[in-house]
């Protein structure tokens, strides 16, 4: 059964860093595409960030030169390096991965921007 958990969400100020991570289960992490996701109420979810299994990575013009996207395959794990960050990056953070046409997705997890 796959599995994606989030971690690491919560209060920043501007300018401030978070980092969160994803931890896979239940199927091959390593020969899977990842993706980063995000959503504020209201508004349809959209991709952050993705990084395929060899570790190339593309991002949303919104978060370029700010945040990173990593993975380590020996530990089934995804992460989001956020670095100044904004309060329009203020959302609920998503894992993602596709098996065939199934979407998997994890809980979310919360980040939000304020002073």
């Known amino acids: 059964q796959v599995q994606l958990v989030e971690s690491g969400g919560g209060l920043v100020q501007p300018g401030g860093s978070l980092r969160l991570s994803c931890e896979a289960s239940?199927?091959?992490?390593?020969?899977?595409?990842m993706n980063w996701y995000r959503q504020v109420p209201g508004k349809e979810r959209e991709l952050v960030a993705d990084?395929?299994?060899?570790?190339?990575?593309n991002y949303a013009d919104f978060v370029k030169g700010r945040f990173t996207i990593s993975r380590d395959n020996a530990k089934n794990t995804l992460w989001l390096q956020m670095n100044s960050l904004k309060p329009e990056d203020t959302a609920v953070y998503y894992c993602?991965?596709?098996?065939?046409?199934?979407?998997?997705w994890g809980q979310g997890t919360q980040v939000t921007v304020s002073s």
């Open positions: 993602h991965t596709r098996w065939g046409f199934s979407p998997y």
């Open positions: 990084i395929d299994r060899d570790g190339r990575t």
């Open positions: 239940g199927f091959i992490f390593g020969s899977f595409h």
